[in-house]
C-alpha cells in the first residue's frame, strides 16, 4: 500500500499542471465585407480584453463560401480589405501566430469568429 502512495505522490510531480482551457469565445458576422472585417477586428480586440492575462490564445476565422459569393456578387470588393485586415490581426495584438482562417461550404453567416485561450 505504501508503495502505491508513493508512485502515485511522484507521478502527480511529474505530471506538467493542468492548465485551464476557456472558451470558446464565438461571434458572428454578416453583411457587407469591409464592415464585418471592421466588427471581427473589434470583437477580437474586445475578446483579448476580456480573457485578460493568459498564457496562449488561439483564433479562428470561418468564411462561409456561399455568403462570400453573394457579397462578391452583389458588389463587394475582397481585396484590398482582406490583405490589410490580416495584416493589422497579425500585428497589433500580440498573438502568437497568425489567425487560422477555414473556408466553409455550409450556408450561415458571412463569418465566424472564434476565440480559445488558456490561462
Known sequence: ME???RSRKARAR???PAADVGGPLIWTFDGPLV???GDLEDAL???IVQVGDIASIAVLIELSLPALKR????GDVLQP???RFLERLSTRYG??????????RNEGPL???VVVYRS
Open 14 to 16: 511529474t505530471r506538467p
Open 35 to 37: 464592415q464585418c472585417l
Open 45 to 47: 480586440r474586445r475578446a
Open 111 to 113: 463569418a465566424t469568429l
Open 71 to 74: 457579397r462578391v456578387d452583389a
Open 81 to 83: 480589405a482582406w490583405t
Open 3 to 5: 508503495r502505491t502512495l
Open 95 to 104: 498573438l502568437q501566430s497568425a489567425p487560422r482562417v477555414r473556408q466553409v
